[in-house]
């Protein structure tokens, strides 16, 4: 049982980052951090025509990013960041190993500092 709930898991962060990887819509995602909006007032800052904002759409609903609801004519979609924070508990999963990895990194940089602080004392 737990396995199909990781493969069912892994699944939604493969739709989730797959959608956070195209520009265009992290950027109706950013739209509507600040409220709903229909698709011709997403697709209004955007150099393509409402089919292909729709099909963006689809992408972020498939992922759980976004619902769509039906507004009489209308099918606005508002911001849906409980999937997002599901992405980011995976991605702070590593936060430990970078936390350690600049710690040495800054630790070699300390270690050449001093090498050349000697280096420059001895001539």
Avoid: C
């Avoid at 069912?8 to 980052?17: E, K, R, T």
């Avoid at 229909?38 to 976004?66: T, Y």
């Avoid at 009489?72 to 995976?90: C, F, G, H, S, Y």
């Amino acid at each position: 049982m737990k396995q199909l709930s990781y493969i069912s898991s892994q699944q939604n962060l493969d739709a989730i980052f797959s959608a956070l990887a195209d520009p265009t819509r992290r950027a109706i995602l950013s739209r509507l951090s600040r409220g709903q909006a229909s698709v011709n007032e997403i697709a209004a800052p955007f150099d393509m025509s409402q089919p292909a904002v729709s099909r963006h759409l689809k992408v972020l609903e498939h992922a759980g990013l976004i619902d769509r609801n039906i507004d009489e004519q209308r099918r606005p979609a508002k911001l849906n960041a409980r999937n997002m924070a599901d992405a980011v508990q995976w991605l702070n999963e590593f936060k430990a190993f970078w936390g350690t990895s600049f710690d040495q990194l800054d630790n070699i940089l300390i270690n050449m500092k001093q090498d050349e602080g000697r280096k420059t004392d001895n001539e």
